[in-house]
Protein backbone atom coordinates (compact mmCIF):
# COMPACT_ATOMS: atom_id res chain seq x y z
CA UNK A 1 0.00 0.00 0.00
CA UNK A 2 1.47 3.37 -0.91
CA UNK A 3 0.28 5.00 2.30
CA UNK A 4 -1.56 8.22 2.83
CA UNK A 5 -0.95 10.83 0.03
CA UNK A 6 -0.67 14.06 0.06
CA UNK A 7 -0.02 17.15 -2.60
CA UNK A 8 1.29 19.34 -3.33
CA UNK A 9 4.17 18.64 -1.01
CA UNK A 10 5.39 21.97 -0.88
CA UNK A 11 3.52 24.98 -1.48
CA UNK A 12 4.53 28.88 -1.62
CA UNK A 13 2.24 31.25 -2.32
CA UNK A 14 1.05 35.27 -1.95
CA UNK A 15 -1.20 36.67 0.81
CA UNK A 16 -4.88 36.56 -0.07
CA UNK A 17 -4.43 33.64 -2.81
CA UNK A 18 -6.96 30.97 -2.79
CA UNK A 19 -4.82 27.27 -1.75
CA UNK A 20 -6.10 23.75 -1.53
CA UNK A 21 -4.41 20.88 -0.40
CA UNK A 22 -5.06 17.28 -1.57
CA UNK A 23 -5.54 13.97 0.29
CA UNK A 24 -5.77 10.49 -0.70
CA UNK A 25 -6.38 7.91 2.40
CA UNK A 26 -5.59 4.77 2.67
CA UNK A 27 -7.77 2.53 0.61
CA UNK A 28 -10.62 0.89 3.08
CA UNK A 29 -9.80 3.32 5.55
CA UNK A 30 -12.77 5.01 6.99
CA UNK A 31 -11.96 7.95 9.63
CA UNK A 32 -9.33 11.11 7.60
CA UNK A 33 -8.17 13.53 9.83
CA UNK A 34 -6.64 16.83 8.63
CA UNK A 35 -3.80 18.38 11.23
CA UNK A 36 -1.62 21.48 11.30
CA UNK A 37 1.45 21.53 12.68
CA UNK A 38 3.10 24.99 14.11
CA UNK A 39 5.53 25.40 16.65
CA UNK A 40 3.59 27.70 18.78
CA UNK A 41 0.47 25.04 18.88
CA UNK A 42 2.07 21.73 17.97
CA UNK A 43 -0.05 19.56 15.90
CA UNK A 44 -3.37 20.21 16.44
CA UNK A 45 -6.67 18.65 14.71
CA UNK A 46 -8.83 21.06 12.14
CA UNK A 47 -11.44 18.96 11.04
CA UNK A 48 -12.24 14.49 10.70
CA UNK A 49 -14.23 12.83 8.78
CA UNK A 50 -16.25 9.55 9.13
CA UNK A 51 -17.28 7.82 5.99
CA UNK A 52 -16.96 11.04 3.87
CA UNK A 53 -19.21 12.76 6.80
CA UNK A 54 -17.67 15.61 8.94
CA UNK A 55 -18.03 14.67 12.48
CA UNK A 56 -16.27 17.78 14.35
CA UNK A 57 -14.60 20.64 12.93
CA UNK A 58 -14.10 22.80 15.80
CA UNK A 59 -10.59 22.63 15.18
CA UNK A 60 -11.27 24.84 12.10
CA UNK A 61 -9.61 28.13 12.59
CA UNK A 62 -11.74 30.44 10.96
CA UNK A 63 -14.42 30.64 7.99
CA UNK A 64 -11.39 30.77 5.79
CA UNK A 65 -10.56 27.64 6.12
CA UNK A 66 -13.17 25.01 4.41
CA UNK A 67 -12.79 20.77 3.81
CA UNK A 68 -14.39 18.58 1.98
CA UNK A 69 -14.44 14.67 1.18
CA UNK A 70 -16.47 14.39 -1.90
CA UNK A 71 -15.68 10.38 -1.55
CA UNK A 72 -13.65 8.06 0.44
CA UNK A 73 -10.59 8.52 -1.91
CA UNK A 74 -10.25 12.55 -1.84
CA UNK A 75 -10.30 14.99 0.27
CA UNK A 76 -9.57 18.70 0.03
CA UNK A 77 -8.47 20.99 2.42
CA UNK A 78 -8.98 24.89 1.10
CA UNK A 79 -7.83 27.99 2.73
CA UNK A 80 -9.35 31.28 0.92
CA UNK A 81 -7.97 33.81 1.19
CA UNK A 82 -4.75 32.81 2.68
CA UNK A 83 -2.92 35.27 5.55
CA UNK A 84 1.04 34.25 6.30
CA UNK A 85 -0.11 32.93 9.87
CA UNK A 86 -1.59 30.14 8.21
CA UNK A 87 2.39 29.17 7.46
CA UNK A 88 2.24 25.34 8.43
CA UNK A 89 3.29 22.05 7.71
CA UNK A 90 -0.40 20.62 7.25
CA UNK A 91 -1.21 16.36 7.74
CA UNK A 92 -3.51 14.80 6.20
CA UNK A 93 -3.92 11.19 8.82
CA UNK A 94 -6.38 8.05 8.16
CA UNK A 95 -7.41 5.11 10.37
CA UNK A 96 -9.93 1.83 10.04
CA UNK A 97 -12.60 2.18 12.60
CA UNK A 98 -12.69 -0.31 15.01
CA UNK A 99 -15.68 0.11 17.75
CA UNK A 100 -14.68 0.59 20.72
CA UNK A 101 -11.04 0.46 20.53
CA UNK A 102 -8.39 2.63 19.17
CA UNK A 103 -7.11 2.53 15.75
CA UNK A 104 -3.78 3.47 14.58
CA UNK A 105 -3.62 6.83 12.49
CA UNK A 106 -1.60 6.46 9.56
CA UNK A 107 0.23 10.10 8.63
CA UNK A 108 0.97 11.02 5.21
CA UNK A 109 4.21 12.78 4.47
CA UNK A 110 2.94 16.85 4.86
CA UNK A 111 2.18 19.86 2.96
CA UNK A 112 4.53 22.39 3.92
CA UNK A 113 2.53 25.83 3.24
CA UNK A 114 4.33 29.20 3.02
CA UNK A 115 2.22 32.39 2.70
CA UNK A 116 4.00 35.47 2.17
CA UNK B 1 -6.75 25.08 26.06
CA UNK B 2 -4.05 22.18 25.69
CA UNK B 3 -5.70 18.88 27.64
CA UNK B 4 -2.15 16.94 26.76
CA UNK B 5 0.90 19.16 27.29
CA UNK B 6 4.28 18.35 27.00
CA UNK B 7 6.73 20.85 28.80
CA UNK B 8 10.11 20.33 27.30
CA UNK B 9 10.33 21.52 23.89
CA UNK B 10 14.38 20.15 23.50
CA UNK B 11 15.69 16.98 25.25
CA UNK B 12 19.51 16.58 24.30
CA UNK B 13 21.18 12.87 25.60
CA UNK B 14 24.79 11.21 24.84
CA UNK B 15 23.99 8.05 22.89
CA UNK B 16 24.13 4.69 25.09
CA UNK B 17 22.47 6.66 27.99
CA UNK B 18 18.52 7.34 28.69
CA UNK B 19 16.11 9.24 27.20
CA UNK B 20 12.95 10.53 29.17
CA UNK B 21 10.31 12.32 27.36
CA UNK B 22 7.59 13.21 29.63
CA UNK B 23 4.04 13.87 29.08
CA UNK B 24 1.12 15.49 31.07
CA UNK B 25 -2.67 15.50 30.66
CA UNK B 26 -5.69 17.08 32.31
CA UNK B 27 -8.97 15.24 30.74
CA UNK B 28 -9.35 12.15 33.47
CA UNK B 29 -11.79 10.47 30.52
CA UNK B 30 -8.42 9.95 28.53
CA UNK B 31 -8.31 5.48 29.02
CA UNK B 32 -5.55 5.16 25.91
CA UNK B 33 -2.30 7.01 25.47
CA UNK B 34 0.15 7.19 22.60
CA UNK B 35 3.60 8.05 21.24
CA UNK B 36 4.40 9.26 18.02
CA UNK B 37 7.80 9.85 16.80
CA UNK B 38 8.27 12.25 13.66
CA UNK B 39 11.38 12.51 11.47
CA UNK B 40 11.84 15.90 9.19
CA UNK B 41 10.06 15.58 6.23
CA UNK B 42 7.79 13.21 7.33
CA UNK B 43 4.00 12.54 8.86
CA UNK B 44 4.47 11.30 12.46
CA UNK B 45 4.60 7.55 12.69
CA UNK B 46 3.17 5.14 15.90
CA UNK B 47 5.73 4.19 18.22
CA UNK B 48 4.47 2.67 21.48
CA UNK B 49 1.13 3.05 23.02
CA UNK B 50 -0.57 1.76 26.73
CA UNK B 51 -3.88 1.74 27.57
CA UNK B 52 -5.24 3.38 31.40
CA UNK B 53 -5.68 -0.37 32.99
CA UNK B 54 -2.20 -0.85 32.50
CA UNK B 55 1.44 1.15 33.98
CA UNK B 56 3.85 -0.02 32.12
CA UNK B 57 4.14 -1.52 28.26
CA UNK B 58 7.30 -2.47 27.10
CA UNK B 59 8.51 -2.54 23.37
CA UNK B 60 12.39 -3.36 22.92
CA UNK B 61 14.04 -0.33 23.85
CA UNK B 62 10.97 1.58 24.15
CA UNK B 63 9.20 1.50 27.55
CA UNK B 64 6.03 3.93 28.20
CA UNK B 65 4.52 3.97 32.07
CA UNK B 66 1.63 5.81 33.43
CA UNK B 67 0.94 7.40 36.37
CA UNK B 68 -2.88 7.97 36.32
CA UNK B 69 -2.98 9.59 39.94
CA UNK B 70 -0.68 12.02 38.54
CA UNK B 71 -1.75 12.15 35.35
CA UNK B 72 1.51 11.78 33.81
CA UNK B 73 2.92 9.53 31.48
CA UNK B 74 6.72 9.02 30.33
CA UNK B 75 8.40 7.58 27.72
CA UNK B 76 11.80 5.57 28.34
CA UNK B 77 14.39 4.95 25.54
CA UNK B 78 17.21 2.58 26.31
CA UNK B 79 19.87 2.81 25.15
CA UNK B 80 19.17 6.07 22.78
CA UNK B 81 20.60 5.80 20.28
CA UNK B 82 21.58 8.08 16.78
CA UNK B 83 18.59 7.25 14.94
CA UNK B 84 16.17 7.95 17.56
CA UNK B 85 17.09 12.06 17.18
CA UNK B 86 12.90 13.06 16.20
CA UNK B 87 10.34 14.86 17.63
CA UNK B 88 8.20 12.73 19.66
CA UNK B 89 4.20 13.58 19.88
CA UNK B 90 2.32 12.14 23.08
CA UNK B 91 -1.53 11.78 22.48
CA UNK B 92 -4.22 10.68 24.52
CA UNK B 93 -8.24 9.35 23.56
CA UNK B 94 -10.88 8.87 25.13
CA UNK B 95 -12.29 5.71 23.44
CA UNK B 96 -15.61 5.84 24.83
CA UNK B 97 -16.55 9.35 22.98
CA UNK B 98 -18.82 9.49 19.96
CA UNK B 99 -15.74 11.65 19.19
CA UNK B 100 -12.95 9.28 19.02
CA UNK B 101 -10.23 12.23 18.50
CA UNK B 102 -6.57 12.25 19.09
CA UNK B 103 -5.37 14.96 21.61
CA UNK B 104 -1.77 15.70 20.68
CA UNK B 105 1.19 17.32 23.03
CA UNK B 106 3.48 19.88 21.40
CA UNK B 107 6.35 17.72 21.05
CA UNK B 108 9.92 17.24 22.28
CA UNK B 109 12.66 17.13 19.79
CA UNK B 110 15.16 14.43 21.06
CA UNK B 111 18.71 14.78 20.07
CA UNK B 112 20.78 11.85 20.56
CA UNK B 113 24.49 12.48 19.87
CA UNK B 114 27.55 10.20 19.63
Known amino acids: DAGVIQSPRHEVTEMGQEVTLRCKPI?????LFWYRQTMMRGLELLIY????????DSGMPEDRFSAKMPNASFSTLKIQPSEPRDSAVYFCASSLSGGSSYNEQFFGPGTRLTVL | DQQVKQNSPSLSVQEGRISILNCDYTNSMFDYFLWYKKYPAEGPTFLIS?????DKNEDGRFTVFLNKSAKHLSLHIVPSQPGDSAVYFC?????????????FGRGTQLTVWP
Open chain 1, 49 to 56: FNNNVPID
Open chain 1, 27 to 31: SGHDY
Open chain 2, 50 to 54: ISSIK
Open chain 2, 91 to 103: AAIDRGSTLGRLY
